[in-house]
């Protein structure tokens, strides 16, 4: 694991690399987060990105704003693209293409733990898959966050069987929606400020976003009388930074590796400290907690297996990664101490 330390001892050498005449031309770099700057971990992560950049990278400036401030959250990967914005900080589920794909590598139905995950990601090949989907499109990825279990969704009916599904219009995340439409409801794309708008005008009845923790700042437990776990949607969660392909091979190797160390070392230390804050926030709202009945959750499940048989692509990324975590945790396992 990288600390902070470290990576700030890093930041240095490669900033002293850079004053020897290492890096190419100062760059100002526009940068927009999908998620608004108040919001819980997700916006301390963005904010403290920016500003390690800022302090600590020679030649380099990012000035980053909140969703909307250069172009709508649904345009981000077509805004970089199209060199209206240069980078982000998002969630794949915005991606232009709207790909099963690379929806997968923000998060996975009934998936994987988040050491794990980004284990995967990071030493299994997952990142190099990636991109070589993003170099089609003229983009590199990086992880950014990684977030801890999200809730299993917020309702107004208490969910007893897969029937209650029918008819409802929810918003929730990525692959998620297709599971929903073949229980027999309306999965709808949002991204968070549209979220609450949207719940006002009784578009949507439904809602899948986060943690219990930033579900509470958005306002959903004051809306919605259950919130239900386990969280079969997104277990964990990794958020990426996002760049033109063009704008990120146009800075210096040192900026690249000054970037990686700061991103890496933001993830870490931001993720071990989110599933403590979850508690709070669970005793809060223990009273409106559900869970999903067995029955529910099998027809769930039923429905991700048909969405992997029926896309040949989708489903060896999905084995790979499965490959890979079941290997990863097989010695946890092993060595667990099961009840005495």
Known sequence: MIDSTCANIINKILYNQCRNNQCRNNQTLRMQS??????????????????DINQDVFGLKIIGKGPGGYVPVTDTEKAIINGE??????????????????ELYTSVPFGFPGDAYISYILHGGGLDRLNQVGAELGLYYYPM???????????NKEIKNTSDFKNIRMRIYGIGRSIIEMLGGKGIFLAQNDIIPAVNAGLVDAVEFSTIEIDDHLGLPSIFKYWYSPSWNQ?????????NLKVWNNLSQAQRDSIHEILLANLYN???????????YLIKYENKLRKFPPNVLRDMKSAFKKILDENKNLKNEYYNMKDYVDKYLTYEKIMHIDNV
């Open 34 to 51: 999908s998620y608004y700057l108040d919001t819980p971990t997700i916006s301390s992560i963005y904010k403290k990105f920016i500003e």
């Open 145 to 155: 966050a990684l977030l801890p279990p999200e809730t299993g969704g917020w309702f």
């Open 270 to 280: 931001k993720y071990i400290e989110n599933n403590r804050t979850q508690y709070n």
């Open 85 to 102: 914005l240069d980078c982000a900080y998002t969630g794949l589920g915005y991606s232009i293409q709207q790909s099963e794909i690379l």
């Open 235 to 243: 277990y964990s969660t990794i958020l990426y930074f996002v760049i």
